[in-house]
């Protein structure tokens, strides 16, 4: 985010921003969640790393770390309100949605927003960072916010579908393992047409939530 303020440039590219061998927090990975009768992908934000037996979250990660079943590692994070800018990409409309969509009615709570999930079901994602005008403002007033490819979310929602081995009797036991969220009204995320996408299509009736 300084990097984009102390720039003239419009866009950042990620890549060789940060050594690609860790995750810290702040970073956005992907991660498919039950939401109504769906199986889809939710972005999280990552505000912690859970490692087994230490008390203290850390704030970054190695990526052979996350991807050790044996590490029983947990990576908490917020879910991001994505939007489709264009044909072929999504900002992030600078809110975070709940885990409950009752949760307007109710008073705000840390635990409403804030997920949690084994680390070996998420996935690292590659965002740019652009800059947009404020609403109402003019076009000198810019705030920064993550944006991510069409193609790279429909790319890894694949390969998290994959690594859950759904041609395998262990898709049951590892659908299992996905969190449940109760907003069925955010997610799955809404495309140009306000259709659902970025869900996993023609799901088996058994692993239906």
């Known amino acids: ?17 940060e050594d690609g ?5 702040g970073d956005l990975a992907a991660t498919l969640v039950r939401s109504g009768n769906k199986i889809c992908m939710a972005v999280l934000e990552i505000t912690g790393f859970q490692y087994l037996k230490e008390k203290v979250a850390r704030t970054i990660a190695a990526l052979d ?5 044996d590490k029983q590692i947990k990576i908490s994070g917020q879910i991001i309100g994505l939007h489709k800018s264009s044909p072929s990409s999504w900002e992030w409309t600078k809110n975070y949605l709940s885990l409950n ?3 307007q009615h109710q008073k705000l709570t840390h635990c409403q927003f804030v997920l949690e999930i084994p680390s070996f079901l998420a ?26 490819a069409s193609t790279d979310l429909h790319a890894v929602l694949n390969s998290l579908w994959e690594s859950l081995e759904p041609e395998t009797e262990k898709i049951i036991g590892n659908v299992e393992l ?3 969220i109760n907003n069925s009204g955010s997610l799955p995320y809404y495309n140009h ?6 869900f996993v299509e023609n799901l088996p009736e058994c692993l239906i939530p």
Not at 21 to 25: A, E, I
Not at 65 to 69: A, K
Not at 124 to 147: C, E, H, M, R
């Open 1 to 17: 985010m300084e990097d984009l303020r102390n720039s003239r440039s419009d866009e950042l590219d990620p890549e060789n921003m």
């Open 65 to 69: 770390d996350l991807e050790n079943l």
């Open 101 to 103: 969509g009752d949760s």
């Open 123 to 148: 996935h690292p994602l590659a965002a740019s960072i652009v800059a947009k005008p404020t609403s109402g403002s003019s076009q000198d007033t810019l705030y920064p916010t993550w944006k991510l």
């Open 178 to 180: 996905l969190p449940m």
């Open 193 to 198: 047409s306000n259709d659902e996408t970025l």
């Open 21 to 25: 061998d860790y995750m810290k927090t």
